[in-house]
T-cell receptor, first 112, second 114 residues
């Protein structure tokens, strides 16, 4: 089955700097990759996603890149703000009716 | 539209008991998925229901079961509770069974097994 690894497990950046979180997956059939943000004590919320037929997607300060050959995808947050502090989860899923497999999460701290 | 709701929000049980958790999806959503979240194992998929049918199941023992009603509301049941079942149980609803449909999570039910 699918296995998703996520690095780093914790990340601290200064406000205004960029943050990058990388995930690797094992199942080459996976073709949809969402990212979720979970603030302390709150529910996960989708922040961006990418399909396998796209190499990059951007939404304001957030972007995701996908390298299908290497089987990895990354979340990029630019101009970080304290409210970006949260745990970020990546996930992978294929079209073949399989379930979402989540990465273990990255705790991002943006220091003012 | 009201978001995904889960009841109860908190639950304390003892080993050997059973528990039923409830999830009401966003109006019009027909797919409900359940996840277990623990500090050690992260977010793990339990099962997914669409149109009252279980479509997928994760790697959990048979003590974990679920069902979905005709109004798309879903319940999950855990029998013979173990200490390791203590976790935040999240459900998520989506419009259909397409994998690219956005999943909207509920606030979760925090289960503590003593």
């Amino acid at each position: 089955g699918e296995n998703v690894e996520q690095h780093p497990s914790t990340l601290s950046v200064q406000e205004g700097d960029s943050a990058v979180i990388k995930c690797t997956y094992s199942d080459s059939a996976s073709n949809y990759f969402p990212w979720y943000k979970q603030e302390l004590g709150k529910r996960p919320q989708l922040i961006i996603d990418i399909r396998s037929n796209v190499g990059e997607k951007k939404d304001q300060r957030i972007a995701v890149t996908l390298n299908k050959t290497a089987k990895h995808f990354s979340l990029h947050i630019t101009e970080t703000q304290p409210e970006d502090s949260a745990v970020y989860f990546c996930a992978a899923i294929s079209n073949y009716g399989q379930n979402f497999v989540f990465g273990p999460g990255t705790r991002l701290s943006v220091l003012p | 539209k009201a978001g995904v709701t889960q009841t109860p929000r908190y639950l304390i049980k003892t080993r050997g008991q059973q528990v039923t958790l409830s999830c009401s999806p966003i109006s019009g959503h027909r797919s409900v998925s359940w996840y277990q979240q623990t500090p050690g194992q992260g977010l793990q998929f339990l099962f997914e229901y669409f149109s009252e049918t279980q479509r997928n199941k994760g790697n959990f023992p048979g003590r974990f079961s679920g069902r979905q009603f005709s109004n798309s509301r879903s319940e999950m049941n855990v029998s013979t509770l173990e200490l390791g079942d203590s976790a935040l149980y999240l459900c998520a609803s989506s419009l259909s069974n397409k994998i690219t449909d956005t999943q909207y999570f509920g606030p979760g039910t925090r289960l503590t097994v003593l």
